[in-house]
């Protein structure tokens, strides 16, 4: 029992599927495993691969189709910004024999980094150069800028590899301190403005999500700003109001879903003069 117990603590310190000749490289026997397999602790998938029943099923997906987790699919596990959700999007060697699985949307590409064999994720890398190919322009700069933020990915590096020539162009022109996907997105919505625009500006002790010109400030509110938080910035709001600072709130769904009307009252705001110092 010492022996499977091994087995099992190796097959998930892998994520959970790995291929048999991985265990086997590092010692564990071909019979123990098949003994797991025929108890039921382990399934084999297409031969080559063993997973614990409670696998991740995107990974158990992948392995049976031959297929690496990327893209947008992947960016969204590894916690960067992409917006909504949608089939599984998966890459696939254009020279391989990958057996692909209805449903999903397969990149047919060379990536950038080598991927390891048995790799069923993507690099950090490989999954955002597939997926500014797929985004529109705003999600796509947004996922890069949230990687940059995250740490994830580092600029210097990144243009140091072979990049996709709209991927170069993002990365040159990314601004790493936003610190959301939503924020890159309205930045890039308001430079038609002309105006000083500055994200994640100190003001009064605290940081709001941009300031227009001198004394405009817009700050865009997630599902976080309840309870505590939101007392925090109520009072903040108001000590900004009491410097002569004007703040436009508004919530996610407001920017996704109904820009018009945000930038109608900023457009307003600026018409007035309020994001000038008086």
Same mark, same amino acid.
């Given at each position: ?11 998930? =310190?892998?994520? +959970? ?16 495993? =098949?003994? *797991? ?6 399934? #084999?998938?297409?031969?080559?691969? &063993? !997973? ?8 158990? =997906? ?5 297929? $690496? ?5 992947? %960016? ?5 910004? &992409?917006?909504?959700?949608? %089939?599984? @999007?998966?890459?696939?060697?254009? @020279? ?9 949307? $397969? @990149? ?10 048995? !790799?069923?994720?993507? /690099?950090?890398?490989? /999954?955002?150069?597939?997926? $500014? ?13 949230? !990687? ?19 991927? #170069? ?11 959301? +996907?939503?924020?890159?997105? $309205? ?17 009064? +002790? ?25 007392? =925090? ?5 108001? *000590? ?15 920017? &996704? ?10 457009? #307003?705001?600026?018409?007035? +003069?309020?994001?000038? %110092? #008086?």
């Amino acid at each position: 029992m010492e022996t499977d117990a091994a087995i099992l603590a190796a097959v998930r =310190a892998a994520g +959970g599927v790995v291929r048999s000749v991985e265990l086997t490289a590092r010692g564990h026997r071909h019979r123990a495993i =098949a003994s *797991l397999v025929a108890s039921g602790l382990l399934v #084999r998938i297409r031969r080559v691969w &063993v !997973a614990v029943p409670d696998a991740d099923p995107l990974a158990l =997906a992948a392995a049976r189709a031959g297929v $690496v987790i990327s893209c947008v699919t992947q %960016a969204r596990r590894l916690g960067l910004w &992409v917006f909504g959700d949608g %089939a599984p @999007h998966v890459a696939a060697d254009p @020279h391989g024999a990958a057996v692909v699985a209805s449903g999903a949307i $397969v @990149h047919w590409s060379r990536p950038l980094l080598p991927r390891p064999r048995g !790799a069923l994720v993507d /690099a950090v890398e490989n /999954a955002m150069a597939l997926a $500014v190919g797929c985004l529109p322009e705003e999600e796509a700069r947004a996922l890069i800028e949230s !990687a940059l933020n995250h740490g994830m990915a580092e600029r210097d590096e990144l243009l140091r590899m072979a990049l996709p020539a709209r991927m #170069r162009r993002m990365v040159e022109d990314a601004e790493p301190w936003a610190d959301s +996907g939503l924020e890159t997105i $309205v930045r890039i919505r308001l430079r038609w403005l002309r105006l000083p625009i500055v994200p994640q500006a100190w003001i009064l +002790g605290h940081r709001v999500d941009f300031l227009i010109g001198e004394r405009l400030v817009l700050q865009i509110d997630g599902g976080h700003h309840v309870g505590a938080q939101r007392d =925090a910035d109520n009072a903040h709001d108001a *000590l900004l109001l009491l410097h002569g600072y004007h703040v436009i709130r508004v919530g996610y769904r407001q920017v &996704v879903d109904d820009w018009p009307q945000v930038l109608d009252r900023i457009m #307003r705001a600026v018409a007035q +003069g309020l994001h000038r %110092a #008086r």
